[in-house]
């Protein structure tokens, strides 16, 4: 049997992270996760996509020691991987000058924790040139130049593709029910799939790192969701923000925040409630209209919009209990690393809580870490072959003719780039989505579903009523008609 | 490539727009599609009820089309199906498909006739999950027809709208149960005898004044919570009830297909979602015409039909630099209980179609123009749109911007 040296369990942003670090070193990786597809099963398909400064974590925290740092490698990873990404910076907004205190208070954390070029703009009339549609009531405003937006899952997949392309193994749909330890030593990881023997064991599983932990007799903490909801609107509104605009912190979250999408749609959201159910990513009527009120403090006269509002959605949030990041290896057992708690910015952090698990293997010398010689570090993203100039386009539906048929009215997804998706392991109508953005305009797939799921049952050799959404049990169109039909004439 | 009237939308409007045009003297006229096949919605309403006015007989929704489709190939008209337009300016159309990859159509007339998209889930905010199960009328009609595939088992509609009701039937024909027609509305939302049609005569209960207010499931839809509403149209707390199901249908309402148009700068009218147009159906941009649900949303394809050929004609006698158009246009503007009026624009000099849609169901209904009676009827409602033809002597003396009201009692 294969001898893994490292099993990544989670396959959100902070394992696909950990994955593509550990994949520079002459080591025999896996990444793990319970779902049909990266990404699928956390919080880093649903979250707000801000690539914070971090100037708000408290001092001395993990927190406030990966997200600036995070911050800091994601513009060369971004132009590495072709991940979307824009450094857009970002406002804290205020409404009153006596608030103008807390912005003050903001820079000074930023300044402590290395967050370079803060600024206090308090100037109405420069606010509202570098934001026409802000609230006029806004007096000042604490500016991060280095804040950017990013497409979280886009990132995660890419990440995993240049993983898998330096070596990593994936395992999808493949749950993982306990870390094996004898001696005090990590052995593995018991799956639904059976055993995989691994020297060490990360835990990057989101909101059950916790359950996780607990089996390898690491319980010093829980983890509870707290959900975020959002509103998403029609490109139309793209516009209204040109940055994150955040009203100050509260105690438990960042607030709620209009921000553009690196896509162009604008976003807004997400509140913060304090939920039981880990599985529980239903929106409600109070958290969205509580949502729509937040975004009505920042951008006046939002609320008229309903109209281009093109989905909502929720994401949870992994509260852990000691409020901070755990970013941990431990002598007992031996070989057991937790990545647990990554609350907010733990999409921001993950690269720099990638380096640091990196470290941590090599300092406790749990491993040999030898760089690669032939480390890849491109990946290409899938072309988009309305973004290209006519020429190249051309060229590309002359050798491939499925990139000439576009089969996404809203954001002009062509047949060839499902395919392309496909071959890079999408399965599911949701799987597209998120590689390609079929689906995730305007129409919401009115148009393109059709086509995505005959591509699909082609591609995979399917028949169409086996195509699932995301994964078993979400079959899209479950039933052949006759079959109802017969069903039935047995019943009577 | 190049042709004198390029014709975007191969659906009832497109394709009336072709054969006019042809008719009408255009030497090249190209029409394009990103279908697989030509017909727009037509080939997927396996339903009769089409042509009624136009052709005076029942026909189903591919029969209707295949008259059009014969005609245009009899006339030479030329097609391309699976080709996406992206871009229009007046004169040239930027289109893709996988025989000629990107590239440009010089056209000295052109038809927008797109048609009109499905509302998706996202623009009426039911909080909730969003599970395999919640479809568009419309994407639920194309898997049944091409895979034979259903979305459930028991399944509740949301909206009563002509194509929610159509649906209903379909699925009830095809051996699924419906559980309900829900409709926010006091009052149906598509026509009279297709409420009895589709619904009674299935026994299948229609919901009025309630709205689904939650979905419900994990992977596949389970259930939706369903409430009844205030005449401000929210729900009514206590009044919640959940009805268990595996699909939700939506049909709730279309949307003229016109970001293309926008684009390209066409002035739109609010009230329509659609272009403002003339009697010629010439929208504002010089040589561009526009047609069908891409205008507005139609009830009957007798008059997506008619607007084709008005603009199809039209585009050809712009070629041919013989079109007349209105030099000081009269405005009629949708007045008391009227949501929309087209064409925008007449001329005044000759008799003109128009058609309009009330708010609300009223009875013993006045049709005003201006201080001018042009109809009375014992009773309209919004889901059967009006058709009316306004003589020369009712538009005589009018200028500027003319109110179009309709008087009537409430019911
Ligand atoms: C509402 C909201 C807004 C946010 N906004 C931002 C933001 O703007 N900027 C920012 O930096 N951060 C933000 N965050 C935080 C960020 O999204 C998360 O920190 C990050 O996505 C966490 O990634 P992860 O990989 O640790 O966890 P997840 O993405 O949750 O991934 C965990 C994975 O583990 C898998 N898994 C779980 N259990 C098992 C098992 N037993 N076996 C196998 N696999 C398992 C799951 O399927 C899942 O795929 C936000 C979070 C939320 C919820
Ligand atoms: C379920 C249902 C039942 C109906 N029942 C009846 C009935 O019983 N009786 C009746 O009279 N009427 C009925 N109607 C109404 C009638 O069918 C429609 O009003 C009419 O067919 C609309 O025609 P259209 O040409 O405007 O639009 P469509 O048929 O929608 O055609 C528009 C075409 O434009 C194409 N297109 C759009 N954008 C582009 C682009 N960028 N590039 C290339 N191509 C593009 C689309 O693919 C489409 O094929 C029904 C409609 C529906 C949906």
Known sequence: MKIYDVAIIGAGITGTAIARELSKYKLKTLLIDKEVDIAFGGATKANTGIIHAGYDDPPGSNRAKYCPKGNSLWPKLAKELEIPFKQTSSFVVVFNEEDVKELENLLERGRKNGVPRL?????????????????????????????????????????????????????????VE?????????????????????????????????????????????????????????????????????????????????????????????????????????TTREGLDEVMRGAAKLIPGIEKYRRLIIRNFAGLRAEPSTRDFIVEAYDDPRGFINVAGIRS?????????????????????????????????????????????????????????????????????????????????????????????????????????YYVLKILARELGVPEEKVTKRGKGSELFPYKIKELVRRDENAS | MQADVAVIGAGAAGLAAAVAAKKAGAEEVLIIDREEKLGGILPQCIHTGFGLQYFQENLTGPE??????????????????????????????TAANSQQGIFTVKARAIVFAAGARERP?????????????????????????????????????????????????????????????????????GLARNVVQCLEDWGIPLLLSHTVTKIHGKNRVEAVTIAKVDDKLRPIPGTERKISCDALVLSVGLIPEIE???????????????????????????????????????DSVDNVSITGETAGKAAALHVQQKLQRPAKPIRIAPGRNVRYVVPQLVSGSRSVKIYVRVSKPLRNAAIMLGDKTVRRAPRLTPPEMVTLTLSKTVLEGLEGEVKLNVEGEEG
């Open chain 2, 64 to 93: 209707y089309a295949l008259k059009f489709i014969e005609e245009a190939r009899r006339l030479g008209v030329k097609s391309l199906t699976n080709t996406m337009v992206l871009r229009l300016r007046p004169g040239e159309i």
């Open chain 1, 345 to 449: 910015p733990g999409l921001t952090s993950a690269p720099a809580i990638a380096q640091a698990v990196a470290e941590m293997i090599a300092e406790k010398e749990l491993l040999k870490l030898q760089k690669k010689e032939k480390f890849n570090p491109y990946r290409k993203a899938i072309p988009r072959v309305v973004e290209m100039p006519p020429s190249e386009a051309n060229k590309l539906i002359k050798e491939k003719p499925e990139y000439g048929h576009i089969i996404c009215r809203c954001e002009h997804v062509s047949e060839g780039e499902v395919i392309e998706a496909i071959r890079r392991g999408a399965k599911t109508i949701d799987g597209i989505k998120f590689r390609t953005r079929a689906g995730m305009g305007r129409c919401q797939g009115g148009f393109c579903t």
């Open chain 1, 119 to 175: 600024e206090i703009i308090h100037d109405k009339k420069r606010l509202a040139q570098m934001e026409p549609h802000l609230s006029p009531r806004a007096v000042a405003a604490l500016w991060a130049p280095t804040a950017g937006i990013i497409s979280p899952y886009e990132a995660a997949i890419a990440l995993a593709e240049n993983a898998r392309e330096n070596g990593v193994e994936i395992f999808l749909e493949t749950r």
């Open chain 2, 121 to 189: 889930i996202g623009a009426i905010g039911v909080p909730g999950t969003r599970p395999a199960g919640i479809y568009t009328a419309g994407l639920a009609q194309k898997l049944m027809d091409n895979y034979g595939l259903l979305p459930g088992r028991e399944i509740v509609v949301l909206g009563s709208g002509d194509v929610g009701l159509i649906m209903a039937r379909r699925f009830a024909m095809e051996g699924a149960k419906v559980k309900a027609v829900v409709e926010i509305m006091p009052y149906p939302g």
């Open chain 2, 260 to 298: 293309l148009l926008e684009e390209a700068g066409a002035q739109l009218d609010p009230h329509t979602g659609g272009p403002i147009v003339d009697e010629n159906m010439e929208t504002s941009l010089r040589g561009v015409f526009a047609a069908g649900n891409a205008v507005c949303i139609f």
């Open chain 1, 178 to 282: 306990r870390v094996k330890v004898e001696n005090g030593e990590v052995k593995g990881v018991e799956t639904s799939r059976g055993f995989i023997p691994a020297k060490v064991v990360v835990n990057a599983a989101g909101l059950y790192a916790d359950e996780i932990s607990r089996t390898a007799g690491v319980d010093y903490f829980t983890i509870h969701p707290r959900k975020g909801e959002y509103h998403i609107y029609d490109k139309r509104l793209g516009h209204l923000a040109r940055r994150p605009l955040f009203p100050t912190p509260t105690p438990i979250s960042k607030g709620i925040v209009v921000t553009p999408t690196v896509e162009g749609n604008l976003l807004i959201g997400p509140n913060a409630r304090d939920i039981s159910d880990k599985e529980d990513t239903s």
